[in-house]
């Protein structure tokens, strides 16, 4: 069985979810060990060229060309570390990812990043399709690089969330 949690984004009926494998059957499900916030800023620069970050909500509407940072943190407040994690970020439909922002650390170790163009099926960066392709007549198929604006999630894997600790994924989106 897999406990997720989730924390519903403002700007869009995207998620971003927690989920832990392995819950022994017969057991009953505890409530979830670890909790996600999310937060939605708008990049922006000031007056020196600095990057400045700014709330999204009901005061602050991210517009077309906006570049959005995406800061998600799961948080195990147990007494004991938490085992294999997987935290998904979903890029909302309006956005496209920016390729090479996707960022989670781990002490001084930086987690590999998975990609989904379905939500579903992750695998490490660059993805692949294979695609039909007609040229005289004849159709054959071949294996493409999927482009980084067609990936529509992220995930990483988290071995081991110690207790009483957090870790805090960033990931960086252009609104269409």
Request: glycine letters at 6%; a positive charge; aromatic letters at 4%.
């Amino acid at each position: 069985m897999t406990r997720t949690l989730m924390a519903v984004l403002l700007l869009t009926s995207s998620s971003v979810t927690l989920a832990q494998s392995g819950t022994p059957s017969g057991t009953t499900p505890t409530p979830d060990p670890v909790r996600v916030q999310l937060a939605s800023l708008l990049v922006g620069r000031d007056a020196r060229g600095a990057e400045t970050f700014t709330a999204t909500g009901d005061s602050v509407r991210p517009r077309p060309g906006d570049l959005l940072l995406w800061r998600a943190a799961a948080v195990n407040d147990l007494p004991r570390a938490v085992q294999n994690l997987a935290l998904t970020v979903p890029f909302p439909a309006t956005t496209t990812y920016v390729n090479g922002s996707a960022v989670l650390r781990v002490g001084t170790r930086t987690l590999t990043p998975l990609f989904s163009t379905d939500g579903s099926t992750f695998a490490p960066a660059p993805l692949k399709k294979k695609v039909s392709v007609t040229r005289d007549g004849v159709t054959t198929v071949q294996e493409v690089t999927v482009q980084p604006n067609e990936y529509r999630a992220v995930r990483w894997m988290l071995p081991t969330l110690d207790a009483k600790s957090q870790v805090a994924a960033e990931v960086r989106t252009t609104v269409r």
